[in-house]
């Protein structure tokens, strides 16, 4: 495996946080989970993000938030993406992390596109009410008092209502520590190809803090590209290392910096040994072999995809519920398999097609929030899912 090196970078600063390699984990509902990230730490440097919690769910002590804000000892600095509509919601829930030290960092959800999320004014179509949006920025970096807040948004919610480029003026102004940008719309989802020429842009409006690129990474040499192109200060990586944990290591070795592992030579062993490491984190982190065995399923594709392992090898580790099943599978693997290249490489994850944004009635009448539209916030603030 191959990939482009720079020379070694000055470290990104994010508020305290030092970190020596410019890389972002990006949060990813039921993936970057503390398994996964544990993972992902123990191959190479960066900044590790927790999936999107909710924030009621938080204010109100949900158990399973309460379970997925739990770092495991070995994380450091920690990281947790929090979600919500209602400027009084995140401010509690900026609170209750300060307040009893769960976070080092806090990001600010404002680009996810599903519509479960959209549809109630939230992730990606919330910028688009600036001044709700700066409320709830404002409020929560002042309720985070010295942990840094960030914000991760997409450039709008289609190419007729780009919001990026005010809403990172409006996140610099209110004391944040970095902003990023996802370089598509809501409306593209994950389809097509990133727009990296809007990160160059947002780099040249905010220039107070760090901007960090997102979209479009799935190799280390794609990460060195895109800083090039656009002077983006550092990148999120997100489906570029799903089933590839191994990609922070080659990462913080194309910045010049030594990866835990050093050079990694993908083979099938290779991955093997990855994958098994990942289910065994998940047992650990669930307390739950069955569960976690189960959770485990979701990321067979992804880890083999190009390898020379068969559909019914793969439907066996889809069905498995024991690690002690899971290693009777690995060993029937023709282990000396080498890394198979171009098949192994490009895109991952589901990318979607582009669809119309799914939106509270009349959201795009006016950039301005009424009370009339509190009522929606309201309903998207009751989502007990625990993120």
């Known amino acids: 495996m191959s990939s482009a090196q720079i020379a070694p970078t000055a470290p990104l600063r994010i508020g305290p946080i030092e970190l020596d390699a410019p890389v972002v984990l990006a949060p990813m509902a039921g993936i970057t989970n503390t398994a996964f990230r544990r993972l992902c730490r123990e191959y190479g440097a960066g900044l590790y993000v927790s999936e999107m919690i909710t924030s009621r769910a938080l204010v109100e002590r949900n158990e399973t938030t309460m379970r997925l804000i739990t770092h495991h000892e ?10 919500g509509v209602d ?10 992390l300060v307040e009893e030290d769960r976070a080092d960092h806090i990001d600010m959800n404002f680009g996810c596109p599903v519509p479960k999320v959209t549809r109630k004014g939230g992730g990606s179509a919330l910028p688009w009410k600036l001044g709700l949006f700066r409320e709830i920025v404002t ?4 309720a985070a008092g010295d942990i840094p ?10 190419q007729d209502h780009l919001t990026y480029l005010d809403a990172g003026r409006i996140a610099e102004d209110a004391g944040v520590a970095a902003v990023a940008l996802h370089a598509r719309t809501a409306a593209e989802f994950y389809s097509g190809h990133a727009d990296w020429e809007a990160i160059a842009t947002l780099k040249e409006h905010v220039t107070s803090v760090p901007v960090l690129g997102n979209g479009d990474i799935w190799s280390a040499a794609d990460a060195i590209t895109m800083m090039a192109q656009t002077g983006c ?14 990609l922070f290591g080659e990462l913080a070795e194309a910045f010049g910096v030594p990866s835990v592992t050093g050079p990694v030579d993908a083979n099938l062993a290779f991955v093997a040994r990855a994958f098994r490491r990942h289910a065994e984190l998940l047992v650990e982190f669930f307390d739950d072999e069955g569960r976690g065995c189960r959770d485990i399923r979701k990321h067979v594709a992804w880890y083999f995809k190009g390898y020379p392992v068969g559909g019914e090898t793969r439907a066996a580790l889809a069905t498995s519920s024991s690690l002690a099943e899971i290693d009777d599978i690995l060993a029937t693997l023709d282990l000396t398999a080498p890394y198979p290249g171009a098949a192994a490489e490009g895109q991952r994850g589901r990318a ?5 944004p799914a939106l509270p009635d009349g959201w795009l009448d006016s950039q301005e929030f009424d009370l009339a539209e509190s009522c929606v916030l309201a309903d998207a603030e009751l989502d007990h899912s625990g993120g």
């Open 74 to 83: 070995s994380e450091t600095p920690r990281s947790i993406q929090l979600y």
């Open 87 to 96: 400027p009084a919601t995140i401010e509690s829930a900026v609170r209750v």
């Open 139 to 142: 409020r929560a970096v002042k």
């Open 149 to 158: 807040v960030t914000v991760k948004m997409r450039k709008g919610i289609d």
């Open 233 to 246: 200060d550092g990148v999120v990586v997100g489906r570029g290392c799903l089933g590839r944990p191994w």
């Open 352 to 356: 979607g097609s582009p669809k119309r």
